[in-house]
């Protein structure tokens, strides 16, 4: 047999470096939690979280896989084409509005569109009674929002350069749909000191958190796969954590503010959501395929 004719093997998934990656993600959130849990803000755990996971990204790159070129081995590299970067800032939100607007349509999201008296208790209680459109509390919530996504953006880098950067590229000889569910899985999984360490968020919304974690995963996955780039979904990520509880808070009434574990009722957490997300990425794979060599 001529060296021709020789049969190509499939690539072999890297456990060595993934489990190297994950320990240490983990580990260190870990650790992070059981040190300073309870003692310092949740925001500041939460970005030291994901500041871990580009240490750890860091680490295993530099001392385990080694590569040529870090950027080139982590898709640190312009997408394919800059709409890609449009299309990641506006991907969730989109997806969240239909959410909201599956959940108006079966009665579990009850809006207010002539006085916003969700948005009024929940930003400025003391215009609480007020009618008509608040248009300054409006643009002053989404000024606010616009800013803490552009403060954000290096946290938001900090996690998907290693769950999307590094991990998924690296499950990919699995086959395409069970690289995007794994790491989906892992992802997911990272998060549980915010919920169950020291000063961690309510247990209750755990459950819901993780199924939408998973679905995020495959569509961002999907954005990194078809852009060639991680950026886009740094911004998708962004847009998520900075816009998605905004526009639910902007149109519900105030009465359904104080239903106990909201979050799981109405966005991107809840049953509403989960169709929006999972209809976002079949559009999205069926508009745009990939492949796992890609």
């Given amino acids: 047999m001529t060296v021709l004719d020789a049969p190509t093997r499939a690539p072999a998934v890297p456990w060595r470096h993934i489990g190297v990656f994950v320990l240490l993600a983990f580990g260190s959130t870990w650790l992070w939690w059981a040190l300073l849990g309870g003692r310092l803000p949740s925001a500041v755990l939460e970005g030291g979280s994901m500041v871990c996971v580009a240490l750890a990204t860091f680490a295993t790159l530099r001392w385990s896989v080694r590569p040529a070129s870090i950027p080139a081995a982590t898709a640190l590299v312009r997408p394919h084409r800059p709409r890609w970067l449009l299309l990641g800032f506006l991907l969730i939100p989109v997806v969240n509005l239909a959410g909201l607007g599956l959940g108006w349509l079966t009665g579990d999201y009850r809006v207010d569109l002539a006085d916003f008296s969700g948005l009024r208790a929940a930003v400025a209680p003391d215009t609480v009674g007020g009618t008509g459109v608040p248009w300054a509390l409006i643009g002053s919530m989404l000024g606010t929002s616009a800013l803490l996504f552009t403060l954000t953006l290096p946290?938001?880098?900090?996690?998907?350069?290693?769950?999307?950067?590094?991990?998924?590229?690296?499950?990919?000889?699995?086959?395409?749909?069970?690289?995007?569910?794994?790491?989906?899985?892992?992802?997911?999984?990272?998060?549980?000191?915010?919920?169950?360490?020291?000063?961690?968020?309510d247990l209750a919304g755990l459950p819901p958190f993780l199924v939408t974690a998973v679905l995020l995963g495959v569509l961002f996955g999907w954005l990194r796969l078809a852009s060639g780039s991680v950026w886009p979904c740094v911004l998708a990520h962004g847009a998520n954590n900075a816009v998605a509880t905004v526009l639910t808070a902007l149109f519900i009434d105030a009465d359904q503010l104080r239903t106990p574990n909201l979050a799981a009722q109405v966005g991107v957490s809840s049953w509403t959501g989960w169709v929006a997300l999972a209809v976002a990425s079949a559009l999205a794979f069926a508009l745009r395929p990939v492949r796992a060599r890609s």
């Fill in 155 to 201: 946290l938001m880098w900090c996690e998907e350069w290693g769950w999307r950067g590094f991990l998924l590229p690296r499950l990919l000889p699995l086959g395409l749909w069970p690289a995007l569910l794994f790491s989906g899985v892992i992802w997911a999984l990272w998060h549980l000191p915010i919920y169950l360490g020291a000063g961690g968020r």
